[in-house]
């Protein structure tokens, strides 16, 4: 049998930080993202009373004449 040279296994340690600039740009959109949506930034002190004014239609009702009915049941 031949000799075999030296096995070299790479565990992945000390590549680069690409994996941790991405998380860290992630991690600070959704931090500002979250105060934007929460008010901050001073966009959300506004007054507290909200007035609508809504025009509705006028509508006439005709006046309905209803007879008087007597209902009684069997147990009174």
């Keep these: 049998m031949s000799d075999r040279g030296p096995t070299i296994i790479n565990t992945g340690r000390g590549g680069g ?5 991405v998380a860290l ?3 600070i959109v959704v931090i ?4 934007w ?13 909200v007035n609508v ?7 006439d009702v ?6 008087d009915v007597d ?3 069997d147990g009174d």
């Design 32 to 35: 500002i993202g979250g105060v």
């Design 62 to 67: 005709p006046d309905v004449d209803v007879p």
């Design 71 to 73: 209902v009684t049941t």
């Design 25 to 27: 740009v992630l991690a």
């Design 17 to 21: 930080g690409g994996g941790w600039a």
């Design 37 to 49: 949506l929460l008010g901050g930034f001073g966009g959300g002190g506004g007054a507290d009373d």
């Design 53 to 59: 004014t809504i025009d509705t239609p006028n509508v």
